[in-house]
């Protein structure tokens, strides 16, 4: 098993700057890409980035040039930089794991809010 779970998130002014936290646990050496997807009220789950083990990153259209997805290997921490936000970011972001046979593991989310 693989336990995900997100911290850092809250409520942020337009413009601002937030980093999420993404720690794993549990059979990590399993895991070849982490991601951040969010899902804001009414809308569907979207991705927003992903880091491969060797660490290439890709980022959706939407954040890219404002968010930053990295990973610490050693700690087994994934992190978001989300800068310049906008009041449209405001969503649940949810940590995810998927392993090299491709299961998912999800965490809990973390709110983020965005007020202009």
């Known amino acids: 098993q693989i336990q995900l779970v997100e911290s850092g998130g809250g409520l942020v002014q337009a413009g601002g700057s937030l980093r999420l936290s993404c720690a794993a646990s549990?059979?990590?050496?399993?895991?070849?890409?982490m991601a951040w997807y969010r899902q804001a009220p009414g809308k569907e789950r979207e991705f927003v980035a992903s880091?491969?083990?060797?660490?290439?990153?890709n980022h959706a259209d939407s954040v890219r040039g404002r968010f930053t997805i990295s990973r610490d290997n050693f700690s087994n921490m994934v992190y978001l930089q989300m800068s310049s936000v906008k009041p449209e970011d405001t969503a649940v972001y949810y940590c995810?794991?998927?392993?090299?046979?491709?299961?998912?593991?999800w965490g809990q989310g973390t709110q983020v809010t965005v007020s202009s």
């Open positions: 995810k794991g998927v392993t090299l046979g491709s299961r998912d593991y």
């Open positions: 880091i491969s083990r060797d660490s290439t990153t």
């Open positions: 549990g059979l990590i050496f399993r895991i070849n890409t």
